[in-house]
Structures are given as structure tokens and as C-alpha cells.
């Protein structure tokens, strides 16, 4: 059973007030709250256990590595990776993108290859690609989504050809909720031996994500979405993609010798996490990811069903709110507009006086935004600690911005 209760209990933040009103936070998309058992987590690696990993041999230095390390396997029980050496870890999706564009795809890129990419995509997912266009002559190829927000897999699998070198596609859209059969994606990929990255930013945070039923070559996740700290993440490597990547960053610890006249390379996965790492961070995201898994990430996805089905009523019921996207399968995320000269940004501060925390503004998906004709719109974005009396709130919210801002 789902202790609604009980979850928010665990999270310190949602007990405090915002302008006099209880707090309704919805922003989650953006960043997600943590949960005490990550705070605690945080708190005693830096006042009890603390010190740099790998290379020391004391007390500290030792118990902080078992710590950091520990949580590889955490990552990829996650996952259900099929070994924690496919998991890299990262500062985010970010940076786990970057890593396959600088490590994997601009070594073997040549003028006129392309990238497969769905107008859904979060800038993340897109601007390391503009990079290697830019850099290298590669072609971009644009998959468009349907009127309900709906992304066809055979329309991305169509869109591969001869020159196409790598699909990459979102999970679950940040601004619609529409959430992608990335394996049939993955599958169809791989007939034509075109591998594909996925961005698991917001899927990996709303259900449960098997990273080998899916099939993809790369999977990315960020840990402040997942309720863990900012700066920590990692993205899943099928193993023979790693042997076929150089490294992205260069320094300490993906190293095994350093000489004047060359280096020679850790294994991976070390051999792409250079420098000292964000310790603590990646602790709490193993603290985070545990906090989950002990939820039940299918209950998880229960509950946040049931609320996003609420919401999507009582919104539907405002005849002067639009709903940007109404995809069959969709995760608990609404991007919406008002009717008449309210913009984004009015609609956010005059809901923020009631205490109700939404994002406003392109949600950095620049050509979703382009392709629905919009320049912005609010989003509110539902997590595991929501509930159906603050979808309430958010209409009562919504109706006074109508009659203030109309």
C-alpha cells in the first residue's frame, strides 16, 4: 500500500509555508524535493566520513570510497543494468550526453552523417548535437510529433538511412508527459545497426526503467530529478559501446600511468570520470535511489496515474486553460496556457502568491516550442509526494489568474 502520508512526512520542505500558504510544490520537472533520509545521508558524509576517494589508504578516506563506489550497484539495480561497470557517473544527463558526444560520436562522425532527434527534445539532447553539425558538418534530422503530442517510433525508425549514425530521443517529454516506446525504438534501431541514446531524465524519476529490456546503448539520468542532491547522475554504457569511446575529460583517476611521452588509460568505467568527483553528491544520489526502490517505483507510478488522471480532469474542465498535449501514454506533466493575454511568467507569480510553485517559460525545448507555436507556457509537473487537494489548489490558483489576468 502507498502511505501518501507517511512519503510526505519524509520530506522536510513541504511543511513550510511560501507567502503565508502551505506550499504546493509543482516543479518537480525542474528539480524535485529530497526526502530526509538524503539530507541525513549528506550531512553525516560531510561531518563524519568524509575524505577524497580511490587514492587514499586511512580510515576516512577508505570508508568515503566504499560509500561512493557502493553506489554503482545501486545505480545499476536501478537500471537493472546488467553489471554496475556499465554505469558511469556524472554531474547529470548533461554531462552523461556530452560524454557520448565527445567520447563516442565526434571520433567517428564525418561530414554529412546524421543524428536522428525528436522535436521533444530538452536542450540537452540537442545542443551537443548542434556542436558536432557545427564542428564537424554533421546533419540533423527532425522526427515531428503528432497534434496530441504522440511520437510515432516507426516515424524515427523511417527517418534512419544510410548516413544515419545515431538516434537520440527523449524517454518522457519534460513539457507534454509524452512518454516514448524507446524499446520499439531501440529495436528497430538495431536492425539497421544505428545505436540510440536515450534521455532518461524524467521516465527514470515517474516508472520503473530496464535499461536491458530497453535495449538502448545509452541511457542517462540526473539525480536532482530523482530526488537526490544537484551535481550528481549517471548514464548507463553497453559494455562494447565503452570499449569504442575515448575518454571526454582527462586528469586523475582515469588514468593508470602518467609519462612524458603518454598515458595509459584506466578500465572503464573509471576511464571516463576524471578529477575528483562530487563525493557526497553521488552518495546521496545512492541514498536517493535506495529511498525509491523502497517505495516501489510501480507504486510510484501507480499514485502519480491517479493523480495525473485528476488533474487532467479538472483541468479539462476549465474550458479556458489549453493543455499542451494529450499523448496516449504520458507521465504526470502539464504544460498549459490561459486564454486571452495572461503570459507564462503572470500566471506563474500570481500562483506563486498562493503559495503553488510552477515553471514558466520554454522549459529549454526550443523546438517544441517552435513546432506548437507557442513562446511559452506554465508547467506544472506532479512527483511520488503530490496530491489530489493540491491539483485543487492549483485550479483555484488557475481560476483567480483567469479573473485577475483575463
Not at 603518454?262 to 571516463?272: A, R
Not at 485528476?310 to 504544460?335: E, P
Request: aromatic share 6%.
Amino acid at each position: 500500500m502507498y502511505d501518501l502520508s507517511a512519503v510526505r512526512r519524509d520530506f522536510p520542505i513541504l511543511s513550510r509555508k511560501v507567502n503565508g500558504k502551505p506550499l504546493v510544490y509543482l516543479d518537480n520537472g525542474a528539480s524535485a524535493q529530497k526526502p530526509k533520509v538524503v539530507i541525513d545521508t549528506i550531512t553525516r558524509a560531510y561531518a563524519e566520513d568524509y575524505a577524497n576517494v580511490h587514492r587514499g589508504l586511512h580510515t576516512l578516506s577508505t570508508i568515503s570510497t566504499e560509500r561512493y563506489e557502493a553506489v554503482r550497484g545501486t545505480v545499476a539495480r536501478f537500471l537493472n543494468a546488467a553489471s554496475e561497470d556499465e554505469i558511469v557517473f556524472t554531474s547529470g544527463t548533461t554531462e552523461g550526453i556530452n560524454l557520448v558526444a565527445y567520447g563516442w560520436a565526434m571520433p567517428r562522425m564525418e561530414p554529412g552523417d546524421e543524428i536522428v532527434l525528436s522535436v521533444m527534445e530538452h536542450h540537452a539532447n540537442i545542443v551537443p548535437w548542434h556542436f558536432l553539425r557545427e564542428r564537424q558538418g554533421v546533419v540533423l534530422k527532425w522526427v515531428d510529433v503528432d497534434a496530441a503530442g504522440n511520437l510515432d517510433p516507426q516515424a524515427v525508425l523511417d527517418a534512419i538511412g544510410p548516413k544515419t549514425r545515431l538516434v537520440a530521443v527523449t524517454h518522457m517529454s519534460n513539457v507534454l508527459g509524452t512518454v516514448v516506446d524507446v524499446a520499439a525504438i531501440a529495436r528497430g534501431a538495431r536492425q539497421h545497426g544505428v545505436p540510440v541514446l536515450v534521455d532518461g531524465s524524467q521516465a527514470a524519476v515517474h516508472m520503473p526503467v530496464d535499461v536491458q529490456a530497453i535495449g538502448a546503448d545509452f541511457y542517462a539520468i540526473t539525480g536532482h530529478k530523482l530526488y537526490g542532491p544537484s551535481g550528481s547522475g549517471a548514464i548507463h554504457i553497453r559494455k562494447d559501446r565503452m570499449t569504442q569511446m575515448r575518454p571526454f575529460i582527462g586528469g586523475g583517476d582515469m588514468i593508470r600511468e602518467v609519462h612524458k611521452d603518454g598515458v595509459l588509460y584506466n578500465d572503464p568505467p573509471m576511464k571516463f570520470e576524471a578529477g575528483t568527483p562530487g563525493i557526497v553528491e553521488q552518495i546521496g544520489l545512492g541514498a536517493a535511489l535506495d529511498y525509491l526502490m523502497g517505495l516501489g517505483m510501480t507504486r510510484i507510478a501507480e499514485h502519480e496515474r491517479d493523480v495525473a488522471s485528476y488533474a487532467m480532469d479538472r483541468l479539462s474542465g476549465l474550458n479556458w486553460v489549453q493543455v499542451q498535449g494529450r499523448a496516449k501514454q504520458r507521465g504526470a506533466i502539464f504544460s498549459f496556457t490561459l486564454d486571452g493575454p495572461a503570459h507564462a511568467h503572470d500566471i506563474s507569480t500570481v500562483l506563486d502568491k498562493k503559495g503553488i510553485a510552477v515553471r514558466a517559460g520554454q522549459h529549454c525545448a526550443g523546438p517544441l516550442m517552435d513546432r506548437l507555436g507557442l513562446t511559452a507556457t506554465c508547467r506544472a509537473s506532479f512527483g511520488l509526494y503530490n496530491t489530489f487537494e493540491e491539483v485543487d489548489a492549483l485550479i483555484d490558483g488557475l481560476e483567480l489568474c483567469h479573473d485577475l489576468l483575463a
